[in-house]
């Protein structure tokens, strides 16, 4: 299976005691998001690093957990994490948000200037195809005009772009804003793209879209995805036979995976978050943290079902040319 740890928190910046812990005991509980009382149990056994030893009539290779992907906006307190799971032979890459917004809309973020820093250090650590840089959501309005934008993603751009491969962004929508922010218009949206491929262009950066509508390939944007299956595959070695992930929302084309975190628990306090929809709870279950509960937060009571969750990620019978780019790299 594919762990994506998470898109309900930011794990790396907060619960890296927890999840080094789960990764020692081997498994973790996740409850449903939306029937607490149903709760599945996540083996986390990884997949053999060395895709050599995978033979190619074998379709299901040894271990529970082919890739982990790391969301995250803070990634500085897992760093030591890193040595764990290359010891152990874990494959996985990061989704690594940074903007150029202030605490007024990212209230609980370090300084940008500190964070570049780590994302430095993150892809100095791995490489640049293991840490891609999502500029989003953006955000349109008389603060944040495009002139803003543009001259904040060209600051960053500058900055990182020879530690990535690759940058994501998309669009705050009514999921995100809510009653804090507007949807962008459309014109303001092409006007935008404009400017940002050409910041990406003079730095040979592909810029891509994540779950968005709007064709902006005429600036040389092209939709892509965060769970990605040809990067994954790239990662791993072998071709793998998944599906599109039908729990996203429609325009999201990431592949099948497993979130491991729960909603309102990250303490960010970004004003266009959809994980966290009441400050107060996120308060109450971050106190109720425990490391080394097998849960994120809370604790069993008894009535809960308990059921093992799977999600096959399966090689492919087909020839590849793809290699183990982790080993080129370590």
Request: charged share 25%.
């Amino acid at each position: 299976m594919i762990i994506s740890a998470s898109r309900r928190t930011d794990i790396p910046a907060y619960y890296s005691e927890w999840f080094l812990n789960r990764i020692k005991e081997g498994f973790l509980l996740v409850p449903n998001p939306r029937n607490p009382k149903q709760v599945s149990r996540i083996e986390l056994s990884p997949v053999s690093l060395d895709a050599e030893r995978v033979s190619p009539n074998e379709s299901s290779p040894s271990g529970k957990v082919t890739c982990i992907v790391f969301w995250t906006k803070n990634p500085e307190p897992f760093l030591p994490a890193l040595d764990v799971l290359d010891k152990l032979k874990y494959l996985y890459y990061f989704e690594f948000t940074l903007t150029a917004y202030k605490n007024d809309i990212e209230k609980n973020l370090p300084p940008k200037e500190k964070i570049i820093t780590t994302f430095k250090q993150l892809s100095s650590r791995l490489g640049p195809d293991f840490v891609d840089w999502r500029y989003d959501p953006i955000i349109i309005n008389k603060e944040l005009s495009i002139n803003w934008h543009l001259e904040a993603f060209y600051n960053i751009c500058k900055e990182i772009h020879k530690y990535t491969n690759r940058c994501i962004i998309s669009f705050v929508d009514q999921l995100q804003g809510g009653r804090n922010f507007a949807v962008p218009k459309e014109d303001d949206i092409y006007k935008l793209a404009a400017g940002l491929s050409q910041t990406t262009k003079e730095f040979n950066l592909p810029l891509l879209t994540c779950s968005e509508q709007i064709d902006l390939s005429a600036y040389g944007i092209e939709h892509s995805s965060c769970i990605d299956k040809n990067k994954i595959e790239k990662l791993i070695g072998y071709p793998i036979d998944t599906k599109k992930d039908s729990g996203q929302r429609k325009l999201c084309r990431c592949i099948k995976s497993v979130d491991i975190g729960m909603y309102n628990t990250c303490k960010h306090g970004c004003l266009y978050c959809y994980a966290t929809t009441s400050w107060q709870t996120t308060l109450r279950q971050a106190e109720n943290h425990n490391p080394f509960s097998p849960m994120l937060t809370g604790s069993l009571d008894g009535t809960e079902t308990i059921l093992p969750r799977t999600s096959s990620v399966r090689k492919t019978m087909q020839h590849s040319n793809v290699t183990d780019e982790r080993h080129r790299i370590r």
